[in-house]
């Protein structure tokens, strides 16, 4: 896990060390424990510049950039390959000498050795840049769900790639205009992940699953190595597989040389990873040695505070000495959440993240580099009770099946008026657009040039919130949900120096989720149904049968009006108000009845403005 | 024209320009509304590239003009009479045309490739008027590639990539590179193709050609060329441009016409930034097309005749009002 940076000019020559080296700076808590850059000889003028957090093979031998002897080949690379050892094997079978304990020297040769075709064998999360010696192109990727971020940014003359668009903004010398088409769609939806668009103009993010090159005379190229299976394809999940795949994800993630945490909520998904990491512990680099749990100081968030659940769990497990209570008052200080603004870049959709923001620094301050934590699972496996069980009813009552639309209403796991709110979808658009732009409070903060400028998005944002529950599972997964949860975690994480390895996101368990049938992975009256089913005979029942209600940083996403928004709304600058009526929006916030609303969206774009471009 | 087109073959927004692969500058102009694809008109502030954004994967490219093509486009599609068809399109009569700018600059014996040969109008008068010629080509679709090719002799290949380095002294793309999703990667294998003073010659729509309505922007035309932006497109392939502006042939008003040499030390190079002027021009073009009530209507009209009469009795219609002469270019 570490930050990294590659900078192509196609210009006249040009020295670029000094403009890579800031903007390796601002990459520094993503990599505390070493920098290095190399430089290209050969025209175009390319660096690459690496921050590195040090996890696999700590010593100094296993740098980065990282220069194969045979080729000349370079690599930078953020992440990590978790099936580095089987791989390195394969390599070792074929010839290749090592000389690290390093997954970064197994992409190095795995490149020469198979080309683009490394990138399918691969089981891990990366994002990378390879300046390939023999054709001069520069070839960057990202894993298949795109779990580490990567950016680009290319202006004609100069391409430049990097883990976060701050180094980006640092090499430029400032940040590009506020994406409109972006922002709309955030207020809108609480989505910006949809297409590969930032909310800059003109930085992108690179899209996962795809191999890219840029040649040395400027041209770009882009192939798929991975494509997501469709029913029909693999074989579904069961429990027993289920559990089996999950067991080996969370064994692969727990190797590391440096010591391992994990996150505990107390829910579900996280009592899973830390049992299995518990069960999977064999090896002093094969351990797990701490869990964490966020609590609050505040008796009157105690609806909130899984806590004592989790203390429950630790000590039925055996091992109540590895588990840590870190606790915070929910709300945080005006310092706080602008920092908290700043390190993410872009405007985030729940302020709940904070937990994990603070959860993570605690957890660093202890010595830990490696947290392994439940993402992913609420996407995969149907987690979302208030998201997904009304559409299952929407699309009983769409193909006739009264019947059955009439049972699944009868488990009252939603509010009837979240099916009123689904079927709002169905009306025709000239309808749905003004009812939203009345009635939802972000985009009743969305000001009226832009609000005009864009509305005509509103059709492929009503087609989207039609997708029937299958399309919506998977759409969740590969398009909106998830990577919105990945870029939140990734920033929060790595702001504090962690690497977080989710299981949940090993792409064999993936797969075979996404041709599992969506009913059958929520369930009727839970949700996640296969995962409770999977794990039923060797957890707790309080853990496997409780609804999931909670969750890191619960109390904050409901504290909206409380947060210290006054003073961080004042000296806004004017340009703000092309985007949001900041003055309906302090009215709002002002309302006694605003606590968890879609509000916060606006607030978010009000506060990253204020960061980035006052 | 249907009213929601099968998008499952378009590819990743990855917000680069098609022609140069820059982000940022890129202008964002409307959707695209002949197919109601999804696809944005984008213009780019460094090239001056002006493009449908996403395009197609490889395999949803071959999908959209095996199966989609010819029913999007009434035009294309003959109804009852071929022989009318050919006549009202007038593929040979603008092909004879093309070949007479050309054929002088061509020696005897010359292999002579063209890219997306369509029905084969253009190879079957140049095997006719210049039997010297050897003939090659490519055509992604095989069922009406030799339609129109009389007795000539094609020697059809997958596509340029498969032809062997400095292969041929000509090459020829007639309303092709406007639907290929890679311009410079298709020019930079005609450029490998061809010998050292190898002639290549390019026809494409003009972006300030007379254009009055938004249908003239569909799915299958990714890019639109203005005189600088094919030039630049030519010239960073490594091309000598010989000629490049309004089409030399009235009957093919609308349309560009380059012509360019390959030199025998071939040096590709990231396309250059186009000048304000060029990049403004475009924009005010561009802007000057909106989208009324009356295109509305006109739309709705058009895809209720194709539900009720086909595509084959629209397409009739359409070819009798633009029959030839003066007609639309054709392959």
Same mark, same amino acid.
């Given at each position: 896990? !570490?930050?990294?940076?590659?900078?192509?000019?196609?210009?006249?020559?040009? =020295?670029?060390?000094?403009?890579?080296?800031?903007?390796?700076?601002?990459?520094?808590?993503?990599?505390?424990?070493?920098?290095?850059?190399?430089?290209?000889?050969?025209?175009?003028?390319?660096?690459?510049?690496? #921050?590195?957090?040090?996890?696999?093979?700590?010593?100094?031998?296993?740098?980065?950039?990282?220069? !194969?002897?045979?080729?000349?080949?370079?690599?930078?690379?953020?992440?990590?390959?978790?099936?580095?050892?089987?791989?390195?094997?394969?390599?070792?079978?074929?010839? !290749?000498?090592?000389?690290?304990?390093?997954?970064?020297?197994?992409?190095?040769?795995?490149?020469?050795?198979?080309?683009?075709?490394?990138?399918?064998? !691969? =089981?891990?999360?990366?994002?990378?840049?390879?300046?390939?010696?023999?054709?001069?192109?520069?070839?960057?990727?990202?894993?298949?769900?795109?779990?580490?971020?990567?950016?680009?940014?290319?202006?004609?003359?100069?391409?430049?790639?990097?883990?976060?668009?701050?180094?980006?903004?640092?090499?430029?010398?400032?940040?590009?205009?506020?994406?409109?088409?972006?922002?709309?769609?955030?207020?809108?939806?609480?989505?910006?992940?949809?297409?590969?668009?930032?909310?800059?103009?003109?930085?992108?993010?690179?899209?996962?699953?795809?191999?890219?090159?840029?040649?040395?005379?400027?041209?770009?190229?882009? #192939?798929?190595?991975?494509?997501?299976?469709?029913?029909?394809?693999?074989?579904?999940?069961?429990?027993?597989?289920?559990?089996?795949?999950?067991?080996?994800?969370?064994?692969?993630?727990?190797?590391?040389?440096?010591?391992?945490?994990?996150?505990?909520?107390?829910?579900?998904?996280?009592?899973?990873?830390?049992?299995?990491?518990?069960?999977?512990?064999?090896?002093?680099?094969?351990?797990?040695?701490?869990?964490?749990?966020?609590?609050?100081?505040?008796?009157?968030?105690?609806?909130?505070?899984?806590?004592?659940?989790?203390?429950?769990?630790?000590?039925?497990?055996?091992?109540?000495?590895?588990?840590?209570?870190?606790?915070?008052?929910?709300?945080?200080?005006?310092?706080?959440?602008?920092?908290?603004?700043?390190?993410?870049?872009?405007?985030?959709?729940?302020?709940?993240?904070?937990?994990?923001?603070?959860?993570?620094?605690?957890?660093?301050?202890?010595?830990?580099?490696?947290?392994?934590?439940?993402?992913?699972?609420?996407?995969?496996?149907?987690?979302?009770?208030?998201?997904?069980?009304?559409?299952?009813?929407?699309?009983?009552?769409?193909?006739?099946?009264?019947?059955?639309?009439?049972?699944?209403?009868?488990?009252?796991?939603?509010?009837?008026?979240?099916?009123?709110?689904?079927?709002?979808?169905?009306?025709?658009?000239?309808?749905?657009?003004?009812?939203?732009?009345?009635?939802?409070?972000?985009?009743?903060?969305?000001?009226?040039?832009?609000?005009?400028?864009?509305?005509?998005?509103?059709?492929?944002?009503?087609?989207?919130?039609?997708?029937?529950?299958?399309?919506?599972?998977?759409?969740?997964?590969?398009?909106?949900?998830?990577?919105?949860?990945?870029?939140?975690?990734?920033?929060?994480?790595?702001?504090?120096?962690?690497?977080?390895?989710?299981?949940?996101?090993?792409?064999?368990?993936?797969?075979?989720?996404?041709?599992?049938?969506?009913?059958?992975?929520?369930?009727?009256?839970?949700?996640?149904?296969?995962?409770?089913?999977?794990?039923?005979?060797?957890?707790?029942?309080?853990?496997?049968?409780?609804?999931?209600?909670?969750?890191?940083?619960?109390?904050?996403?409901?504290?909206?009006?409380?947060?210290?928004?006054?003073?961080?709304?004042?000296?806004?600058?004017?340009?703000?108000? =092309?985007?949001?009526?900041?003055?309906?929006?302090?009215?709002?916030?002002?309302?006694?009845?605003?606590?968890?609303?879609?509000?916060?969206?606006?607030?978010?774009?009000?506060?990253?403005?204020?960061?980035?471009?006052? | 024209?249907?009213?929601?087109?099968?998008?499952?073959?378009?590819?990743?927004?990855?917000?680069?320009?098609?022609?140069?692969?820059?982000?940022?500058?890129?202008?964002?102009?409307?959707?695209?509304?002949?197919?109601?694809?999804?696809?944005?008109?984008?213009? %780019?502030?460094?090239?001056?590239?002006?493009?449908?954004?996403?395009?197609?994967?490889?395999?949803?490219?071959?999908?959209?003009?095996?199966?989609?093509?010819?029913?999007?486009?009434?035009?294309?599609?003959?109804?009852?009479?071929?022989?009318?068809?050919?006549?009202?399109?007038?593929?040979?009569?603008?092909?004879?045309?093309?070949?007479?700018?050309?054929?002088?600059?061509?020696?005897?014996?010359?292999?002579?490739?063209?890219?997306?040969?369509?029905?084969?109008?253009?190879?079957?008068?140049?095997?006719?008027?210049?039997?010297?010629?050897?003939?090659?080509?490519?055509?992604?679709?095989?069922?009406? %590639?030799?339609?129109?090719?009389?007795?000539?002799?094609?020697?059809?290949?997958?596509?340029?990539?498969?032809?062997?380095?400095?292969?041929?002294?000509?090459?020829?793309?007639?309303?092709?590179?406007?639907?290929?999703?890679?311009?410079?990667?298709?020019?930079?294998?005609?450029?490998?193709?061809?010998?050292?003073?190898?002639?290549?010659?390019?026809?494409?729509?003009?972006?300030?050609?007379?254009?009055?309505?938004?249908?003239?922007?569909?799915?299958?035309?990714?890019?639109?060329?203005?005189?600088?932006?094919?030039?630049?497109?030519?010239?960073?392939?490594?091309?000598?441009?010989?000629?490049?502006?309004?089409?030399?042939?009235?009957?093919?008003?609308?349309?560009?016409?380059?012509?360019?040499?390959?030199?025998?030390?071939?040096?590709?190079?990231?396309?250059?930034?186009?000048?304000?002027?060029?990049?403004?021009?475009?924009?005010?073009?561009?802007?000057?097309?909106?989208?009324?009530?009356?295109?509305?209507?006109?739309?709705?009209?058009?895809?209720?005749?194709?539900?009720?009469?086909?595509?084959?009795?629209?397409?009739?219609?359409?070819?009798?009002?633009?029959?030839?002469?003066?007609?639309?270019?054709?392959?």
């Amino acid at each position: 896990m !570490c930050g990294l940076i590659a900078v192509r000019a196609f210009s006249a020559a040009q =020295n670029l060390e000094p403009s890579v080296r800031r903007a390796l700076a601002s990459l520094a808590r993503r990599g505390p424990d070493g920098e290095g850059l190399a430089t290209v000889e050969q025209a175009p003028a390319t660096v690459l510049g690496h #921050r590195r957090l040090a996890i696999y093979d700590t010593r100094s031998v296993a740098a980065q950039p990282m220069r !194969c002897p045979h080729t000349g080949n370079s690599l930078v690379f953020n992440g990590a390959i978790y099936n580095f050892r089987s791989l390195r094997d394969e390599l070792r079978a074929a010839g !290749c000498v090592f000389v690290t304990d390093s997954d970064t020297e197994v992409l190095l040769h795995g490149w020469r050795i198979w080309g683009e075709a490394l990138f399918a064998r !691969c =089981n891990g999360m990366w994002a990378l840049v390879i300046w390939d010696a023999a054709s001069g192109d520069l070839v960057f990727c990202r894993d298949r769900l795109g779990v580490k971020p990567l950016y680009l940014c290319h202006d004609g003359q100069t391409a430049i790639l990097a883990s976060e668009i701050s180094a980006i903004a640092e090499f430029r010398g400032g940040y590009p205009a506020p994406n409109p088409e972006t922002l709309f769609d955030f207020l809108v939806t609480s989505y910006s992940e949809q297409s590969q668009a930032t909310f800059f103009q003109g930085i992108q993010a690179v899209a996962p699953g795809q191999v890219y090159r840029l040649s040395r005379s400027g041209r770009s190229r882009t #192939r798929a190595y991975h494509h997501w299976p469709q029913p029909g394809e693999l074989e579904p999940l069961t429990p027993e597989a289920l559990r089996e795949l999950l067991a080996d994800a969370v064994s692969l993630r727990l190797r590391a040389d440096v010591p391992v945490a994990s996150l505990l909520s107390g829910g579900l998904d996280s009592s899973i990873i830390t049992h299995l990491a518990l069960q999977a512990s064999d090896a002093p680099q094969h351990r797990l040695q701490g869990a964490f749990t966020y609590a609050y100081q505040e008796s009157e968030h105690a609806a909130f505070d899984e806590s004592a659940k989790a203390t429950a769990f630790m000590h039925a497990s055996g091992n109540p000495d590895l588990h840590r209570i870190v606790r915070f008052a929910a709300i945080p200080s005006a310092d706080e959440l602008m920092h908290l603004v700043g390190m993410q870049g872009e405007p985030f959709a729940t302020p709940s993240i904070l937990a994990g923001f603070r959860t993570y620094r605690t957890i660093a301050e202890q010595g830990f580099k490696v947290v392994l934590g439940g993402e992913g699972a609420d996407e995969l496996l149907g987690g979302y009770t208030l998201r997904y069980h009304p559409l299952a009813v929407r699309g009983a009552l769409h193909r006739g099946q009264w019947r059955q639309a009439a049972r699944l209403m009868g488990h009252q796991t939603f509010p009837r008026t979240l099916l009123l709110n689904r079927m709002i979808w169905d009306m025709p658009l000239a309808m749905i657009t003004p009812l939203l732009r009345r009635l939802r409070p972000s985009v009743q903060a969305i000001s009226g040039d832009l609000w005009a400028a864009q509305r005509h998005r509103m059709e492929a944002i009503r087609d989207n919130a039609r997708m029937d529950l299958e399309q919506r599972l998977r759409d969740d997964q590969l398009n909106s949900l998830l990577p919105r949860v990945l870029r939140m975690a990734d920033r929060t994480s790595m702001d504090a120096g962690i690497e977080l390895r989710s299981p949940f996101m090993d792409y064999r368990l993936i797969e075979r989720a996404l041709v599992t049938p969506a009913a059958e992975r929520v369930g009727e009256q839970r949700s996640k149904m296969l995962l409770r089913s999977a794990f039923r005979a060797e957890l707790p029942a309080s853990v496997v049968d409780t609804p999931k209600n909670t969750g890191f940083g619960h109390a904050e996403q409901f504290l909206l009006r409380r947060l210290p928004w006054e003073p961080l709304l004042e000296d806004l600058p004017a340009e703000l108000g =092309n985007v949001i009526d900041v003055a309906s929006l302090r009215r709002r916030l002002r309302d006694p009845h605003t606590e968890h609303s879609t509000l916060w969206q606006a607030l978010a774009v009000a506060l990253w403005y204020r960061r980035f471009y006052a | 024209m249907p009213d929601t087109f099968w998008q499952r073959g378009l590819a990743n927004d990855s917000g680069q320009c098609r022609l140069c692969g820059a982000t940022l500058g890129q202008r964002h102009f409307w959707t695209e509304v002949y197919a109601n694809s999804g696809q944005q008109l984008r213009r %780019c502030g460094h090239c001056a590239g002006v493009y449908l954004a996403p395009g197609f994967t490889d395999q949803g490219l071959d999908e959209f003009y095996a199966e989609h093509y010819r029913q999007l486009f009434p035009a294309e599609v003959p109804w009852f009479s071929k022989e009318r068809f050919f006549s009202w399109r007038g593929d040979r009569a603008v092909a004879q045309q093309r070949l007479q700018l050309i054929a002088p600059q061509l020696a005897p014996g010359t292999r002579l490739f063209e890219l997306g040969s369509g029905f084969g109008a253009f190879l079957g008068e140049a095997a006719a008027q210049r039997p010297d010629l050897q003939l090659l080509a490519s055509e992604p679709d095989v069922t009406h %590639c030799s339609t129109l090719l009389g007795r000539a002799q094609v020697h059809f290949v997958a596509g340029l990539d498969t032809l062997e380095p400095a292969s041929l002294e000509g090459l020829v793309a007639f309303h092709t590179l406007e639907h290929v999703t890679a311009p410079l990667a298709t020019l930079d294998l005609a450029a490998r193709a061809l010998r050292p003073d190898g002639q290549l010659w390019i026809e494409v729509p003009d972006l300030f050609g007379d254009w009055t309505s938004r249908l003239f922007v569909h799915p299958a035309h990714l890019s639109y060329f203005c005189q600088e932006s094919l030039r630049n497109l030519a010239q960073a392939a490594g091309f000598e441009i010989l000629s490049c502006g309004p089409h030399p042939l009235p009957s093919l008003h609308g349309n560009l016409w380059l012509h360019a040499r390959r030199p025998a030390a071939l040096l590709q190079r990231p396309l250059h930034a186009e000048t304000e002027q060029t990049i403004e021009a475009i924009d005010n073009r561009i802007m000057r097309v909106d989208w009324r009530l009356r295109d509305s209507l006109k739309a709705l009209a058009k895809r209720t005749a194709m539900r009720l009469l086909g595509p084959g009795a629209v397409g009739e219609w359409q070819r009798w009002r633009h029959r030839h002469p003066g007609g639309e270019p054709q392959k």
